[in-house]
């Protein structure tokens, strides 16, 4: 039920005792009173009717190469249109869109534009890209927004992309997989007292989203932001990309610089040679792919064959120079080269 505005009452939540409801758009699962909203800032309870404030209302939208989403083996070289709403279901002291996704807590106020899922399906047919990408803040946070737009995606051959803190429900995510073709999932960390300290949830629901996403059979990537004495510990990666490997070895793991931001001024960038000792920590888990972010050079955005070492695909930024990739495999050994490439 569309209720004027940008507000629509909520698909995935339960009424309760006293007029309050209990929301399982994302893994809080927050119990929200009469009046009040979730710890999202967008979810609201009215007079026993949860609603989303949210809907059809972008904060951000822009025609993005897909390697932005970060996802190197997902139709490479294509274009996404990207959207996102305020609000997000995390708080983390390091968030680099902060002045969006933590607007609806802090400043008490929700801004955006009206733009209606049939609109974006169309404006991202008219800019040929192939991909809709639910990104910026947490889509798990607008799923009723994302949900509507990416069945009307599908409709029209464009495929759905979210890049998310891997916060969704069981729930949400059933609902919503069959329309899911790609994410790009933040594993934070993978200690639990980490992610309540620094973000403000939990670990365990990410892992069982990263979990779900790949039995389900979507093309999933990994990232994780490299914080200096935060999650860089040897034992920690070690974690991190066994946690991967087990999941799927082909599974791409971006491991990316930090660079202080927020709340989180007093942590140094990430040394450069951190990064590519967490790559190589990666590639001895067994992980086939493992992708330097925020740092230029030295081979850490291409990708290579895992069996014979060939360079595959050569970039510059978010720019493919080069793909040798054919019906999937290698060129030079024939090894397929896990991906979604045509």
Known sequence: MQTGGNMKEAKLYNKKKDGKVECYTCAQGCTIA??????????ENREGTLYSLVYGK???DNTDPIEKKPLFHFLPGTLSFSIA???CNMRCKHCQNADISQSPRENKTIIGRSF????VVK????NKCRSIAYTYTEPSIFWDYSFDTAKLAREKRIKNVFVTNGYFSKESFQEISKYMDAANIDLKSFKDETY???????LQPVLDTIKRMNEAGVWIEVTTLLIPDVNDSKE????IAGFIAECDPGIPWHISRFYPTYEMLDKPPTPVDAIWRAMDIGYEAGLHFVYAGNVRGDDGENTFCYSCGARLIRRIGYQIIDNTIKDGKCPQCGAEIEGVWR
């Open 123 to 126: 404006t991202a047919s008219d």
């Open 236 to 239: 920690e990666l070690k974690d």
């Open 116 to 119: 209606p899922p049939e609109e």
């Open 34 to 43: 009469p009046g009040k909203r979730g710890l999202c800032g967008v979810m």
């Open 58 to 60: 972008t904060i951000a």
């Open 85 to 87: 709403t305020a609000g």
């Open 196 to 202: 309540k300290k620094i973000c403000g949830a939990r």
